[in-house]
Every structure is written in C-alpha cells, then in structure tokens.
C-alpha cells in the first residue's frame, strides 16, 4: 500500500518521517495536532468512563471512520491508523484464560483492556500454553480482520503493544509478585519470560501476516510510522527500578524480540525518566515517545534537557497548544522531535502551525 485517501499528503509525510528515524532532522522538527473531533463529541455523550463490556469490533471501526475522515484536512505529520485498543494488553493475559476487563476513556475514545492477576504463586505455571484455537486469540484475529476490512485505503492499522518480559509477570502474578518473584525465584522468572517470547511473536507475527505495511512501513500510534515492521515495546516495569536492575532484567527480553523483527519504538513515563540514557543504547531502537505523568516534569517543558541526554534519539514528546506555540514562535523547541500537539481550536489552526513547523530551523 503506497497512499491513504484519508491522508493527502501521505508521500510527503512519510518521505519527513523517514528522515527523521534517519536521525537526519536534528535542525528540524515534526507535528502532530488534530484538530477538534464531531465523532468524539459525540462518543463521549454516549458513553461514560470506567467499565464496560467488550464492543462490537464493527461499531468500533465506524467511529475510528469518522475521526480519520474528520483528520483528513489537517495537514500534520500524522498517518491515520487504528489501534486495536480492546487489545491492547487483554489479548495476552486473556489467551492464558486470566480475567480481562475493560474500561472506557471518553477523553480520547478508547476502550482498552487489562487482566486480573492469574494466580497467586507458581505452581500452576507449567499449565500455561499457547493456543491459537483459544477463544482470545479467535477474537483478535476476528477484530483484525474486521478492522483491516474497515481500514481499506482510507487509513492503516497501527501496531499495538507488546506485553512481554515483567509485563507479562504482571498479568500472571500483580507487580507485587512479578518484583518479589525476581527476587526469591529467578528461574522460574527466566522461564516466564521465554514463555511470553513465544506468546507475543505469535501475537505480533499474525498482526504483520494480516496487515498491509504502507510503503514498506509500520503505521504507529506512537511514532506515526516508521520504516520495516516495527514493533511497540513497553519499559514500563523498570521504570520503579534503578537502571542495574533494568540492565541485569529488562535488556536482554526487549533487544531479542527487536531484532525478530525490524527493531521497535518504547515509551517512557515521567517516573521513568532516570532510563533514558540505557534506553537509548537498545539495540533495534527505533524512536521513544516521552510520556507525561503527575508528580513530574512536563516534558516539553524540559525538551531541551532531555534532546540533550538522548543524543540524535529521535523524540515524541506531548505538548498543549498554547505552549507548543509559544515556544514554537520564541525559538525555543530542539529538533529531532515530533511534537504531538493537543488542543488545537481548529482545521485552520492546526495548519497554520504545520507551515511555521515547515519552515522552523533549529
């Protein structure tokens, strides 16, 4: 697949996009700012926050139709694709029949899914197995198909997370066992991790058999698109460790499933900040989304900082439009970044700010 019809300048967009994860727009800088959305104004009438059911796959593509149409005037650095977000971390714990709930945002029109801890100790861990006829990963392949139906050449189909390494130990035990468990029982820890391996290539292996790539490329929640099949990891279990603890736990699970496929982008939160400099060395690392959390730092408002301890990493960070503007017209933005602009007041808006962006030299 070479265009999107719900994207009209995706060839100049991409051919901006590969240049930057060629680490060759340290001087220049990249956005993404959607304009106000119909179709979410009315998802969050309609609906609430907090638990829910899981949704019709097909209703859910109709809405996803609706914002990418609604998008398709604003001329940014976005590539329109759907996230399976009922996918989102359920499909893992699910397949080893853990309790899967749902819950609703109507912020930004998700509906999401997590687990319950499966089980309480190990004992029962030579039960788990991976089935490709269980009833969850039957779903996922119905949704993907659904919305890959939906997509058409309208939009693409972003790659979703990955839960594997800690994460997954999170959906067997809680993050209390899963930190405990490295502790007083490391083995049956290695071999957890081997186990989800195996779990999310299968998972990741069919997203890439089932989906078109567009131009040779990853359509991405996170990064929009980049090049190859690229994956999405999470580092989110270290981010309450130190970086040794990272380094001797985290490395090696993340570095082997990059290299299966054609490497992969994280993100980090606010509370995983001290990370960065280790991040940044992961073999297959793509890009790293910079993620905002309470309790810290704005990270546009230390983008400065972190451009510096990142090197020619390339960068998402997240910005309000009042200040991403300010900053944007006081020269203050470092390069090498995309910049992911909410609250943007219009169409008109949000493309007068991609010409200056075009134009702005670092």
Same mark, same amino acid.
């Given at each position: 697949m070479n265009t999107l019809a719900y994207k009209p300048n995706c060839k100049e967009t991409i051919e901006r996009l590969r240049l930057w994860h060629e680490r060759q727009y340290g001087?220049?800088? =990249?956005? !993404?700012?959607?304009?106000?959305s119909e179709a979410l104004q009315r998802f969050r009438a309609e609906h609430r926050d907090g638990d829910c059911g899981y949704p019709d796959p097909r209703e859910r593509i109709e809405f996803w139709d609706k914002? +990418?149409?609604?998008?398709?005037?604003?001329?940014? #650095?976005s590539i329109?694709?759907?996230? =399976? %977000?009922?996918? #989102?971390?359920g499909l893992y714990g699910g397949m080893v029949d853990a309790e899967v !709930? +749902?819950?609703?945002? %109507?912020?930004n029109g998700w509906i999401s899914s997590m687990v319950v801890p499966l089980w309480e100790d190990w004992s029962k861990f030579d039960t788990l197995k991976i089935d490709s006829d269980h009833p969850w990963f039957q779903r996922f392949m119905k949704q993907l198909e659904i919305f890959v139906a939906g997509a058409g050449d309208k939009f693409g189909v972003s790659h979703f997370i990955l839960i594997d390494s800690l994460n997954f130990i999170f959906e067997l035990l809680g993050a209390t066992g899963a930190y405990m468990s490295v502790e007083t029982e490391p083995e049956m820890v290695r071999r957890a991790i081997d186990f989800a391996f195996e779990l999310n290539t299968l998972v990741q292996d069919t997203f890439f058999e089932n989906t078109p790539r567009l131009q040779g490329g990853t359509c991405s929640n996170m990064v929009s698109w980049a090049p190859g099949r690229i994956v999405s990891e999470s580092l989110d279990p270290f981010h309450m460790t130190s970086v040794e603890y990272f380094e001797k736990w985290g !490395?090696?699970?993340?570095?082997r499933i990059l290299a299966r496929y054609d490497g992969g982008v994280c993100h980090i939160h606010g509370n995983g900040r001290h990370l960065l400099e280790k991040a940044i060395t992961i073999r297959g690392l793509k890009a790293i989304y910079m993620g905002d959390d309470k309790g810290f730092p704005y990270a546009i408002d230390i983008a400065g900082e972190l451009r510096d301890r990142a090197g020619d990493m390339p960068l998402v960070i997240r910005a309000d439009y009042n200040v991403f503007r300010d900053k944007l017209q006081s020269h203050e933005l470092p390069g090498g970044v995309l910049y992911e602009v909410f609250g943007t007041p219009s169409v008109d808006?949000?493309?007068? =700010?991609?010409?200056?962006? !075009?134009?702005?030299r670092v």
């Open positions: 001087d220049r800088i =990249l956005v !993404r700012c959607p304009s106000p914002i +990418f149409a609604e998008q398709s005037e604003v001329a940014d #650095d329109p694709a759907v996230y =399976l %977000t009922e996918m #989102d971390q !709930r +749902f819950q609703c945002d %109507t912020d !490395r090696e699970p993340i570095e808006e949000a493309n007068s =700010l991609v010409d200056i962006v !075009r134009e702005y």
